[in-house]
């Protein structure tokens, strides 16, 4: 959908949860006051397609916290778990990397995810995975991320891509309309080569990874919580970078499924 002469995104925060929402990419619904609702735990984070004097209307209402003009971001990177003294500390506490973040269910917005990557498979440890009932989220499937992506590690995945395909930039053969990481920031850099691990796997991948740099042997990577699991949230693309909307989209489907956040962008 090819974003409108006069338009712009613009972000709507509403004091109270909306009576219509919306779950997905999906923009065709709308309310009365034309704000297309995002669908999250409180529902009040909203994406508006209008030109900048309705919005302006819009940001007077009673019911609207405030409007912010949509911006683009970048992504970021993260240290390690050396850096963090974790063998010596946090680890140690925890009976080991083996068992360090075991029940925790870490989500993270980022590029996406590699789910052939050794880091999220669940059948390389000796202590095996727990089904998670808490765990409520939703692993998306599509022909670059296939029936049996996730596992009892890589346990969700989800893109977001509406603000983009809004704008008419989002290239779905390079930036791929799946949870799968086309750019390797989040499955560490594009360094790893040629299976990128990605700052998914920096924090909360499988232990004693073998770590390739051009097809030679770096070591071991490991994540800071090597036992944790993991649900992706796909609203960073390697062409365009990304768009806030998106971003605030993924943030509202998934702040109340995981317990802990990790988010890798620039500007918010």
Same mark, same amino acid.
């Given at each position: 959908?090819?974003?409108?002469?006069?338009?712009?995104?613009?972000?709507?925060?509403?004091?109270?949860?909306?009576?219509?929402?919306?779950?997905?990419?999906?923009?065709?619904?709308?309310?009365?006051?034309?704000?297309?609702?995002?669908?999250?735990? /409180?529902?009040?984070?909203?994406?508006?397609?209008?030109?900048?004097?309705?919005?302006?209307?819009?940001?007077?209402?009673?019911?609207?916290?405030?409007?912010?003009?949509?911006?683009?971001?970048?992504?970021?990177?993260?240290?390690?778990?050396?850096?963090?003294?974790?063998?010596?500390?946090?680890?140690?506490?925890?009976?080991?990397?083996?068992?360090?973040?075991?029940?925790?269910?870490?989500?993270?917005?980022?590029?996406?995810?590699?789910?052939?990557?050794?880091?999220?498979?669940?059948?390389?440890?000796?202590?095996?995975?727990?089904?998670?009932?808490?765990?409520?989220?939703?692993?998306?499937?599509?022909?670059?991320?296939?029936?049996?992506?996730?596992?009892?590690?890589?346990?969700?995945?989800?893109?977001?891509?509406?603000?983009?395909?809004?704008?008419?930039?989002?290239?779905?053969?390079?930036? /791929?309309?799946?949870?799968?990481?086309?750019?390797?920031?989040?499955?560490?850099?594009?360094?790893?080569?040629?299976?990128?691990?990605?700052?998914?796997?920096?924090?909360?991948?499988?232990?004693?990874?073998?770590?390739?740099?051009?097809?030679?042997?770096?070591?071991?990577?490991?994540?800071?919580?090597?036992?944790?699991?993991?649900?992706?949230?796909?609203?960073?693309?390697?062409?365009?970078?990304?768009?806030?909307?998106?971003?605030?989209?993924?943030?509202?489907?998934?702040?109340?499924?995981?317990?802990?956040?990790?988010?890798?962008?620039?500007?918010?």
């Amino acid at each position: 959908m090819k974003r409108n002469e006069g338009h712009a995104v613009y972000i709507v925060t509403l004091k109270q949860a909306p009576e219509v929402h919306y779950i997905g990419d999906d923009l065709k619904l709308e309310s009365d006051d034309g704000i297309r609702h995002g669908g999250g735990a /409180y529902g009040t984070l909203n994406k508006f397609n209008k030109p900048r004097r309705e919005a302006e209307k819009l940001s007077r209402r009673q019911e609207v916290a405030n409007v912010v003009l949509d911006f683009s971001v970048r992504t970021a990177t993260t240290h390690t778990p050396k850096f963090l003294g974790l063998p010596l500390g946090a680890w140690v506490e925890e009976g080991g990397p083996e068992l360090a973040g075991e029940g925790i269910v870490i989500g993270f917005v980022d590029t996406g995810i590699d789910p052939t990557h050794p880091s999220f498979s669940d059948d390389i440890s000796e202590h095996v995975f727990p089904i998670l009932e808490h765990f409520s989220g939703i692993c998306e499937v599509t022909s670059d991320f296939p029936s049996g992506s996730c596992n009892r590690k890589l346990i969700g995945a989800c893109h977001f891509s509406a603000s983009a395909i809004t704008r008419g930039i989002f290239n779905a053969s390079q930036d /791929y309309a799946s949870p799968f990481d086309g750019d390797g920031h989040g499955s560490l850099s594009e360094s790893y080569n040629p299976r990128n691990a990605g700052p998914a796997s920096i924090r909360r991948g499988n232990h004693g990874i073998l770590s390739l740099f051009f097809g030679h042997p770096f070591g071991s990577a490991s994540g800071m919580a090597p036992r944790s699991h993991i649900s992706v949230y796909k609203a960073l693309y390697k062409s365009f970078g990304g768009f806030a909307a998106d971003v605030v989209a993924a943030i509202d489907q998934v702040h109340m499924l995981i317990n802990l956040l990790s988010m890798k962008s620039m500007n918010i």
